[in-house]
């Protein structure tokens, strides 16, 4: 069974969540957790004072109670101004930001299920109101274009920053 669970950088188990990690011929599709969570815990207050992230929600994934991934999205505001441009859009929308199941756990269907119960989250509108949901991935990152794609995320077009932009109708 696959498990969401919030994670905070006071939580004992940030160690944990930081050293999960993915193949080497993985490296360069996704950022660290180190990385993501400094950008949920650290950039999100700046995003947030500037009105233009709500917020961002970090979780670790679970399975049978052990921690085997994580995941992360957010909730932009129009006015959002990035150089690669992939959270720009002209309306609020949520991006599902980030997702990494660790290496020993890979090709049990973590990912989709992972996916599945953002998404689920997400179209609940927890944040406020949208009309799209994105993510972003390396043309050559596979298990992610296709993990996306079994939900229903279609690409559209845009390659921004050397990533395929995708996109759900909420």
């Known amino acids: 069974m696959i498990e969401l669970r919030k994670i905070s950088i006071l939580d004992d188990n940030m160690k944990e969540c930081i050293a999960l990690d993915i193949l080497p011929e993985q490296k360069g599709f996704v950022a660290s957790n180190a990385y993501s969570l400094a950008e949920a815990y650290c950039e999100n207050r700046a995003y947030a004072e500037a009105g233009v992230c709500d917020i ?10 052990k921690m085997v991934g994580f995941a992360m999205y957010g909730y932009f505001s129009p006015d959002y101004e990035e150089d690669d441009e992939v959270y720009c859009t002209e309306e609020h929308h949520y991006y599902f930001w980030r997702l990494l199941i660790d290496k020993n756990h890979q090709g049990k269907g973590i990912g989709r299920e992972t996916v599945k119960q953002i998404m689920e989250e997400i179209k609940s509108k927890p944040h406020g109101e949208a009309s799209y949901c994105y993510t972003s991935y390396k043309p050559a990152n596979i298990a992610s274009k296709t993990t996306f794609a079994s939900y229903g995320f279609e690409e559209d077009g845009r390659v921004i920053g050397g990533e395929v932009v995708a996109r759900y109708n909420l």
Not at 56 to 65: F, H, I, K, S
């Open 56 to 65: 961002a929600e970090p979780y670790a994934v679970y399975q049978d109670g």
